[in-house]
Structure formats: structure tokens, C-alpha cells
């Protein structure tokens, strides 16, 4: 499998209006926009830095994934997104290797790309997500 680059942070915060502040007002960072994935139950925004990109995640139900690690967790990063060159042989390939996940076929995140996670079990505790663009 080829790894181009982090494609992005993922940040799960309360309130994308109230977290983008500091990634805006006080990084300068340009806000890209904002998109709702129903079914992830999560609202996205993304600041592109660079090469990579942060991403804001704010829970659009309180049983979504995002709602589950703010009650955990807190705010933070709460993954880190490889772009690969072709997500399903990276997957098949990790599934090869006996790599547990989270997803053994690609989802459509936000932006259309096609995404998958790894269990955080199998990366010593990184939430990490495949991500083609
Ligand atoms: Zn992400």
C-alpha cells in the first residue's frame, strides 16, 4: 500500500462555531467551509494547512461517535487520517496482515472521499482513518 501524506487531523470539539475561533482568529487559518455526514451524525469543518488539513468534528445526535468521545474523552484530537493511493487494496492488504478494523470496506466521508478506520486496538491507541481522494 503507498501512504501519500496526513491528509488531516480530526479534532472533535463542542461547537465548530465557537472551536474555530482559535484555528481562525488566532492561527489564521482559512475556514474551507462546513458539511454535515448524516450518517456519521457528525457536522465537519476543514482548515487546510499546507499539504494537510485540520478538521473539526462537531456530534449532530447525542449517541453519534463524536458525542460518545466528548463524553470519554473531552475535546481533542481524536483521529489521524492517512490519504492513500487505493483504499481498498490498502484494505485488503491490512486485512491480510491481521490488522483489526473498523471498517473492512470504504465508507463516503466528508468532501465525497472514500474513508475507512483502523481499530485503535491494532495501532497502539490511535484512532487512525484511510482516506482516497
Ligand atoms: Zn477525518
Known sequence: MK???IDHLGIAVKSIDEGKKFWTDVLGLEFEGSETVESQKVTTAFFPVGESEVELLESTAPD???AKYLEKK???IQHVAFR??????????LKEKGVRLIDEKPRVGAGGAKIAFLHP????GVLVELCEK
Do not use: R
Not at 486496538?121 to 497502539?124: R, S, V
Open 84 to 93: 492513500v493511493e487505493n483504499i481498498e487494496a490498502a484494505l485488503s492488504e
Open 121 to 124: 486496538k491494532a495501532t497502539h
Open 64 to 66: 453519534g461517535p463524536i
Open 74 to 76: 473531552g475535546e481533542g
Open 3 to 5: 501512504v501519500l501524506k
